[in-house]
Structures are given as structure tokens and as C-alpha cells.
């Protein structure tokens, strides 16, 4: 698959389409912010951000100016963080699993992140030691744990490692849901339910600075890997023929899906098929080289969860709808499509 040429030669096509990637993200961004139970022109979304970031000195009414600053970009911040990361997290995984099934909620990294979370939450594991952020990072490394015993048991085939993914996200499921039904008050039972079906909500400007450097830094520690991703493309034993040290890449990029996916569960509970769509989406117009794929799946995985987020505020007339029910309502049917061309090529 080489994708749609862009026109041009060398890389200044690929920068600014780059440009104009980012500018349809920050348009997603500002058009967020006008939305929800106050609804707010979008010059005067922009006035505010101007007078945040530029101290313009713009005449915007104080609750209006409260309300972008505080609540509404963070929150359309941290979706496109969130976005973001768990797009290349499904890069990253499908390229190590030579799988196009591959991504954290399918292969269970995002139940585990929600069980050690939601054990933090209700139980106290940890306390303020180890904290939510904390448990949801254990959580996810035992499910990757939990799936890498089920597929060597079973002979460590890609496919049956979705399968153990599969597996694995019941088994974290039925534990979660154990957690609540047996711990948790009436109260928390409702606030849990609810921030495992996908929520932004709560989100404030300390969640905005925890998710962004980690995507970032995790989404770094991918690209360094682009090559060795490429070469991961044609089975392991063509990657260590290239001198690839295969044990230590698998262990530095699982890890690092791994943590990206538990603080964005931590913050966000489980959004699904982000890392699954958008790969797929964004591969068809660049290609599959992850020096190109890897930039391409942040800001299309960002600009989408933006959008994702809009559509949970305006779908039901004064109700907010879970973001991974929307998420959900556009990856099952790509999920579908993906596994009928999987099928087909088999």
C-alpha cells in the first residue's frame, strides 16, 4: 500500500500538509469551545483565547472568558492528547504484532488500566502514593502480562494474540465490574459506570498537563522507532537480520503504549477503536513508512477525538453522550470492514 502521492518533490509537500493538519486542529479546537449548555460565538471563543494567551485586552463577558478558559479548552485540549496517543499507540502495536487488528482496547491494555484505576478509586489500593494514574499504569502492564502468558500458551501467533486480547479484556472486565458491584457505593457505582463508558466531563488543566507531555514523549520514543518499525513490518526475524535488538524494542514500545494508554483510561476511562480506525484511515493517504504514518495518526487521531467530543454534546438535546459511545458508533462498522478485508486477504 503506498498511499496517495502528494504533489511536489522532497518533504516540503509533507510539511504543509503538516501545517494545514495542524490548523484543522486548532480550528477543531475553537469550534469545541463554543459548544455545550452555553453556547458561545466562535469570535468570541477566539477573543478569549486571545486574551488568555495575548492579553489582547478584547471586551468578553468574565463568566463567557471562565468558561472557554477553564473548562472548554482544556477539555478540547486533552481530547486532542488523548486523541492523539491512543492513535499511535494503535500504529505502534499493530506494526510490533504485524496485525491490522492490533490496538490498547482489543488487546485489553485499556481494561487492565480501567480495573487498576477503578481499584485506586473504590478500594484505595495505594492511596495517595501510588495514585489513579498509578494503578491504571499496573493495571495496563499486567493486562500486557496476562496476554503475553495467554498467546505463548497458545503459540504466540499474532492472531492469537488478539485473541488473548480478547480474552484478557474480559477477564480485567469481570474483575472491574466485581470491584463495583461488591465495593462501591450507589454514588461511586454511577460516577464509575459512567467514566468507564468515556468521559470528559471532569477533565481540568492539571489533567490537560499530565496527558500532553506523555503523548508527546511517548509519541518521540515511537518515531526514534520508525525504522525499526518498518523493518517489524516484514516479521521479527527480518528486523533482528537488520540488527534490530527485537527483545529490547518490543519491551521500550510496549512499554511505552502501555503508559500512554493508562493515563489517558486514568483521566478519560475506556475510549475504544481510536487506535484502530485512524491507522488504518491515515495509511491510505501516506503510506505505511511510520516516519510518515506515526505524525499523520497524532493529529488525525487528535482532530477526530475533538470532533468525537463535539458530537457527545450535541447528539441528544441537553444530555452529554459517553465519547466512547461515539467512538464506538464509527469503530464497530470499520472494525467490520477491517475484518472482512483481513478475511479476504487470508
Do not use: K
Amino acid at each position: 500500500m503506498r498511499g496517495i502521492a502528494l504533489p511536489g518533490t522532497g518533504w516540503l509537500p509533507w510539511v504543509l500538509a503538516g501545517l494545514a493538519s495542524l490548523g484543522l486542529l486548532g480550528l477543531a479546537v475553537a469550534i469545541a469551545m463554543t459548544v455545550g449548555e452555553m453556547r458561545i460565538p466562535l469570535r468570541v471563543a477566539l477573543q478569549a483565547l486571545g486574551n488568555g494567551l495575548f492579553d489582547l485586552g478584547y471586551a468578553v463577558n468574565p463568566i463567557q472568558q471562565g468558561v472557554l478558559l477553564d473548562y472548554r479548552l482544556s477539555r478540547a485540549l486533552f481530547a486532542a492528547s488523548c486523541g492523539g496517543a491512543l492513535a499511535v499507540c494503535g500504529v505502534t502495536l499493530q506494526a510490533l504484532l504485524r496485525n491490522p487488528l492490533a490496538e490498547p482496547y482489543l488487546l485489553g491494555i485499556s481494561a487492565g488500566a480501567s480495573t487498576g484505576a477503578v481499584a485506586v478509586m473504590v478500594l484505595g489500593l495505594g492511596g495517595a502514593v501510588l495514585g489513579v494514574s498509578g494503578g491504571a499504569l499496573l493495571g495496563a502492564i499486567l493486562a500486557l502480562l496476562t496476554v503475553a502468558l495467554l498467546a505463548a500458551g497458545a503459540g504466540g501467533a499474532s492472531e492469537r494474540v488478539i485473541l488473548s486480547g480478547v480474552a484478557a479484556s474480559q477477564i480485567f472486565n469481570a474483575a472491574t465490574a466485581t470491584v463495583v458491584t461488591t465495593f462501591a457505593s450507589a454514588e461511586q457505582a454511577r460516577g464509575v459506570m459512567f467514566w468507564l463508558l468515556g468521559s470528559l466531563g471532569g477533565v481540568r488543566w492539571p489533567d490537560v498537563w499530565l496527558a500532553a507531555p506523555v503523548t508527546l514523549a511517548g509519541f518521540a520514543i515511537c518515531l526514534v522507532h520508525a525504522r525499526t518499525l518498518d523493518a517489524f513490518t516484514f516479521g521479527e526475524d527480518a528486523a533482528a537480520s537488520l540488527g534490530v535488538s527485537v527483545p529490547r524494542v518490543r519491551l521500550v514500545l510496549f512499554g511505552t503504549t502501555a503508559a500512554m494508554t493508562a493515563i489517558m483510561v486514568s483521566i478519560a476511562g475506556a475510549v475504544g477503536f481510536v487506535g484502530l480506525l485512524i491507522p488504518h484511515a491515515v495509511r491510505l493517504i501516506v503510506g505505511p513508512r511510520h516516519s510518515r504514518l506515526l505524525p499523520a495518526a497524532l493529529v488525525t487521531g487528535a482532530v477526530f477525538l475533538v470532533l468525537a467530543d463535539i458530537l457527545s454534546r450535541v447528539l441528544i438535546a441537553r444530555q452529554v453522550v459517553p465519547i466512547g459511545v461515539v467512538t464506538a458508533l464509527f469503530g464497530a462498522p470499520a472494525f467490520a470492514l477491517i475484518l472482512t478485508r483481513v478475511r479476504r486477504s487470508a
